[in-house]
């Protein structure tokens, strides 16, 4: 029996092994690079040179370019770009053309001392975030497209994999360049995050490269896009108006409309559960991870210290986890390792609790992080499949961007507000309050399970 059980397990493994599966993990690497060189990692070098931290609170607000994507993903969904779109196919166009903003962007931040000209940084940062969202819009429409729900799971950990090895290197990276070149660590210096930005935008390249090297999904305009666009022009005829601009009017409609429509439709009164499951499901950690490295550096850390434990030890850890939440769907189903992944994700937040009574300790960080970013690793996977799950191949992109947005937009306004709370109260107060945004997940999560979403627990073939 131990035998079988084993053999299951190895067979569930072997979903790593899916060509398309493995091709995410560059995918991911792409999508992950730039997210901490706007938010974590630019509070720490913020930080550093004497930024407060009401400031930096309020600079997390940058992050909400992504909680805002639905409003342009229905462009990245169906608007052609000139030339591009011909060349490459819809998705493989609006992602170099995004990935190229990025670069332009991060050299204008590397260019820029945020004490002399603080508002061009948020400016530069506000240009990565906005094209570091349209490329999420059409990586995540190509991971849907690409693959069947069975397989999404995996597709989800492995992107998830390429985007932590991404984030290593916009972490943990960034702090060994910006140290290795400073010239003391006691005093601040702009020359040393200068250079290591300026390695993070050549980085880039990697995704350029690898967006030429894929395949487009085969995934041609569906009956239901047609339908709906019949409709809107059945309807707008009453309007008299000239064929051109009814033409305008049932494409805005097809691209902007139905696919909310459509959500509304198919789930009926869900739609709202499932919404504010989406809404609050990450609140935890998004809310405690604007704090996390001015913490790290009142606490006394020094940049190798996180660089080691924080932004390389624990994004492995991620990486495990989210290997673990990718077989754990194929094994248990996806609502069963969504429960488990918000019971760790805000039961782990009370470590840094424990970790901000001991100070400058070496040893504890590893312990809290390893624990923090294995459960974050699952949860990541189980979520990522959700929204995978509900999203209808018609309107994948435009749909997903709409989930994901809904996801960012209450944790990162809550998150806005981080820097004020631990100067009133505290960082160990800070982190039990993150931990208590956590249990209203618990009951969203199983109010539906109850709703029987049997779709998303049933293996289909894969493509």
């Not at 693959?147 to 290593?168: E, F, S, W």
């Amino acid at each position: 029996m131990m035998h079988a059980d084993l053999a299951g397990w190895l067979h569930a493994f072997r979903i790593y092994t899916h060509p398309r599966v493995l091709g995410m993990l560059s995918l991911g690497f792409s999508a992950g690079l730039p997210l901490l060189l706007i938010l974590g990692t630019l509070s720490f070098w913020l930080r550093e040179a004497g930024i407060d931290r009401s400031t930096i609170g309020y600079l997390s607000w940058i992050g909400l370019a992504y909680a805002f994507k639905w409003m342009w993903s229905p462009l990245v969904d169906r608007l052609p770009l000139p030339l591009l779109t011909q060349l490459l196919g819809r998705r493989r166009a609006w992602i170099l053309l995004s990935q190229v903003i990025i670069t332009i962007a991060l050299v204008g931040m590397a260019n820029t001392d945020p004490l002399e000209n603080l508002t061009h940084i948020v400016f530069f940062a506000l240009a990565v975030a906005f094209a570091s969202a349209t490329q999420d819009i059409a990586l995540d429409a190509y991971r849907i497209e690409a693959v069947a729900l069975r397989l999404q799971g995996a597709m989800a950990a492995t992107y998830q994999a390429g985007y932590r090895l991404a984030m290593i290197l916009a972490s943990a990276g960034v702090l060994w360049i910006a140290s290795a070149v400073d010239p003391s660590e006691t005093t601040y210096d702009y020359s040393p995050w200068r250079t290591a930005y300026l390695v993070m935008a050549a980085s880039m390249a990697v995704g350029m490269i690898t967006t030429l090297i894929i395949r487009e999904p085969e995934v041609p305009v569906t009956r239901l896009i047609s339908e709906n666009e019949d409709y809107a022009r059945k309807t707008i005829a009453h309007w008299n108006l000239n064929a051109q601009l009814t033409e305008i009017l049932a494409w805005l409609y097809g691209a902007m409309v139905a696919p909310f429509r459509d959500f509304i439709v198919r789930h009926g009164r869900r739609a709202l559960l499932i919404l504010a499951l989406i809404a609050v499901y990450r609140i935890s950690d998004v809310v405690m991870g604007v704090m996390s490295n001015p913490f790290y550096v009142d606490m006394g850390y020094t940049k190798n210290e996180v660089a080691t434990v924080s932004k390389v030890y624990g994004v492995i850890m991620t990486i495990v986890g989210a290997a673990m939440g990718g077989v754990l769907i194929a094994k248990i189903g996806i609502m069963r390792t969504l429960f488990l992944g918000a019971v760790l994700s805000a039961a782990t937040n009370l470590l840094f609790v424990w970790l901000a009574g001991r100070g400058h300790d070496v040893a504890g960080l590893v312990f809290t992080i390893s624990a923090d970013n294995l459960s974050a690793g699952i949860a990541s996977s189980a979520f990522i499949a959700y929204l995978s799950g509900l999203t209808n191949s018609a309107y994948s992109a435009t749909q997903y961007a709409l989930f994901s947005s809904v996801m960012l937009l209450l944790p990162k306004f809550i998150a806005g507000f981080s820097g004020i709370f631990v100067d009133s109260y505290g960082y160990a107060s800070f982190f039990t309050g993150t931990a208590l945004l956590g249990l209203p997940v618990l009951v969203l999560v199983w109010l539906a399970g109850q709703e029987k979403f049997e779709s998303l627990d049933i293996p289909s073939n894969s493509k």
